[in-house]
């Protein structure tokens, strides 16, 4: 099989494993009373990102190579989530402590397979003598369709508020560790003799904070990375409070939230055809630039729409979130990976992993389950549908507010000259 093809399959099952739950997770906590808790189960995916890439990253660039470590995480992952989804259908009431562990655990093994599945699509591209800027693009676009058919079949199959979501996670995650152990063999520095410590751990990925550029871009890929997971995590809920205003009820993002959601993740997939155009032309601080002011206009957006009249505002805030994720999360991970040494690529970008959903998703989960608990009532015989919808409004105009800070900071602290290709 063509080697593209392969790892365009890789990279469909990998975002269909987090598709599956990831937007629509929220709905579900909120079906079964934990709506002060949707904080708490996005932000674990930042916790754990702290660490966990970092570490299997350093397995996979030293002792174990990257395919089969994708493989042994990827079959974890995938046990850990079937048993959330087991407990999620057999418990009389779901407790927070017991799902949230089984949650934590899989999310654990989960996470470091975006970065490695970044640094096995890499060392396979670049074996094979292909320019990764160029290759990589089109391959990880079908990663993007892949979260898309996730998202779609959850809410088609009508599992947006049942732990239909988590068994569907789990057994595609099975499958691609099955996958996992036909891909091309990744290089490992194993037995290379005269390395210290801090080589021998791989710990040398850390070193990068020495250079003035990448500190700094690593400081702005965390404090961006704090919008990455609010939208995935508050959206759903948003938009489906719309259907306790009777003007609102029954309207098709009411019901379909989910769907209504997937058109952010359709615009990735065109937006992830024009990063190399784009990191060419303008270089890295124009791309993060454009991404930090679309995630002002996806914030921003989504508290001036509503799911009837003003929908349209929605769809563009799901137009503008292609610009916003892709331009920061892929351009960031292919800037890394051009500006590190072959011998910390895995490290690299775990360190990029672990800003980012690390550090940045986890304070900004929490910060932001912080505003929505402020300023967003509970429905009740004293707080009209109106006043919720409101405090919901009030919460995305500081969510857009929080980014626009992060781009006029970024526009004058960064310093990188690019010399644009002829």
């Not at 365009?8 to 579900?28: D, H, K, P, R």
């Not at 938009?239 to 952010?264: C, M, Q, R």
């Not at 137009?319 to 892929?330: L, S």
Request: charged share 10%.
């Amino acid at each position: 099989m063509n080697l593209k093809v392969r790892l365009t399959i890789m990279n469909f099952l990998e975002f269909a494993v987090w598709g599956a739950y990831l937007t629509s997770m929220g709905s579900y906590l909120v079906n079964v009373g934990m709506a002060e808790n949707i904080g708490w189960f996005y932000s674990v995916q930042g916790i754990v990102s702290l660490f966990m890439p970092a570490l299997v990253g350093i397995v996979a660039d030293r002792w174990m190579q990257g395919q089969k470590v994708l493989s042994l995480c990827h079959f974890l992952a995938g046990g850990f989530m079937l048993a959330a989804a087991y407990y999620g259908f057999t418990a009389q009431t779901v407790e927070f402590s017991t799902l949230f562990t089984l949650y934590s655990l899989s999310v654990a093994f989960f996470m470091p397979t975006i970065a490695l599945t970044n640094s096995v699509a890499y060392s396979a591209l670049d074996g094979a003598g292909l320019d990764t800027v160029k290759a990589f693009p089109p391959i990880r676009v079908f990663g993007t369709i892949g979260f898309i058919c996730s998202m779609w079949a959850v809410d088609l199959g009508g599992m947006q508020q049942t732990a239909g979501q988590f068994a569907f996670s789990g057994v595609l995650s099975l499958i691609l560790a099955a996958y996992s152990l036909t891909l091309p063999a990744c290089p490992t520095s194993k037995g290379e003799g005269g390395k210290s410590l801090v080589d021998a751990l791989g710990l040398r990925a850390f070193a990068l904070f020495r250079q003035p550029k990448m500190a700094m871009f690593f400081i702005f890929s965390m404090c961006l990375g704090m919008c990455l997971q609010v939208t995935n995590g508050f959206a759903n809920p948003f938009i489906s409070a719309f259907k306790d205003v009777p003007e609102y009820a029954g309207t098709f993002g009411v019901e379909h939230a989910n769907i209504l959601i997937s058109l952010s993740q359709m615009s990735e997939t065109l937006c992830i055809l024009l990063i190399p155009f784009f990191l060419s032309k303008f270089g890295i601080k124009k791309v993060m630039l454009m991404a930090m002011l679309a995630w002002v206009l996806r914030f921003g957006f989504f508290a001036l729409g509503n799911p009837g009249s003003g929908v349209w505002l929605f769809v563009l805030s799901m137009i503008v979130y292609g610009v916003a994720f892709d331009f920061f999360n892929i351009s960031g991970s292919l800037f890394v990976d051009k500006e590190t040494d072959l011998s910390i690529r895995s490290s690299a970008q775990g360190l990029f992993m672990m800003m980012t959903n690390g550090f940045g998703a986890t304070i900004g989960t929490l910060a932001a389950q912080e505003v929505v608990n402020k300023y967003v009532p509970q429905l009740s015989d004293t707080v009209t549908a109106a006043q919720v919808i409101e405090g919901w409004n009030t919460s995305w105009f500081i969510f857009a507010g929080y980014a626009l800070v992060v781009a006029v900071l970024f526009a004058i602290c960064f310093r990188y000259k690019h010399v644009a290709e002829k």
